[in-house]
T-cell receptor, first 112, second 111 residues
Framework: DQQVKQNSPSLSVQEGRISILNCDYT??????FLWYKKYPAEGPTFLIS?????DKNEDGRFTVFLNKSAKHLSLHIVPSQPGDSAVYFC???????????FGTGTSLTVIP | DVKVTQSSRYLVKRTGEKVFLECVQD?????MFWYRQDPGLGLRLIYF???????EKGDIPEGYSVSREKKERFSLILESASTNQTSMYLC??????????FGSGTRLTVV
């Protein structure tokens, strides 16, 4: 059973606008969350993380929001750029665990 | 920077062949993982290892085996390749739960 879900397989956004990618999880023991970005024919690269003691983490154009009560996190990209076009995966783990559980990914296209 | 190296970027193999995918990391990470990525299915865990000579099945281990004889190397073996194993294979390593570092991936085509 998928413990981490990304319900939007794809998203198109105009350059300069905000991109919002969503992720839901079912396991209440998850307390550390990551976003990865993946270009075709390359491995995923780490983008941004958040732990459950926070509800927001910001890094430049990228902000991740965590709503623990709703078991929901989102990644905001502002402003979106064509180079942001990639597949984005969210991942979650328990503090005592070593394994991350991944969502199915959202393919973002930023239109120039 | 941690580097995870996968030996091949692209491979083409015939049905029934035994296939070895090699992965080496250079930062003394205990944990290593093998995933495959398929459109619409995301990253699915095949096998993982928390220590030398240790292995655990992931979500889709059927048709695969692994070997970890040294800490830095984690090999994925397709015992008898089939066309449904055509996929992008990703190796990753981690220290505790600080997140994964992935290799560049191996695009395997089984014909």
């Amino acid at each position: 059973d998928q413990q981490v879900k990304q319900n939007s397989p794809s998203l198109s956004v105009q350059e300069g606008r905000i991109s919002i990618l969503n992720c839901d999880y079912t396991n209440s023991m998850f307390d550390y969350f990551l976003w990865y970005k993946k270009y075709p024919a390359e491995g995923p690269t780490f983008l941004i993380s958040i732990s459950s003691i926070k509800d927001k983490n910001e890094d430049g154009r990228f902000t991740v929001f965590l709503n623990k009560s709703a078991k929901h996190l989102s990644l905001h990209i502002v402003p979106s750029q064509p180079g942001d076009s990639a597949v984005y995966f969210c991942a979650a783990s328990e503090n005592t665990g070593n394994q991350f559980y991944f969502g199915t990914g959202t393919s973002l296209t930023v239109i120039p | 920077d941690v580097k995870v190296t996968q030996s091949s970027r692209y491979l083409v193999k015939r049905t029934g062949e035994k296939v070895f995918l090699e992965c080496v990391q250079d930062m003394d990470h205990e944990n290593m993982f093998w995933y495959r990525q398929d459109p619409g299915l995301g990253l699915r865990l095949i096998y993982f290892s928390y220590d030398v000579k240790m292995k655990e099945k992931g979500d889709i281990p059927e048709g695969y085996s692994v070997s970890r004889e040294k800490k830095e190397r984690f090999s994925l073996i397709l015992e008898s390749a089939s066309t449904n194993q055509t996929s992008m294979y990703l190796c990753a390593s981690s220290f505790q739960n600080y997140g994964y570092t992935f290799g560049s991936g191996t695009r395997l085509t089984v014909v």
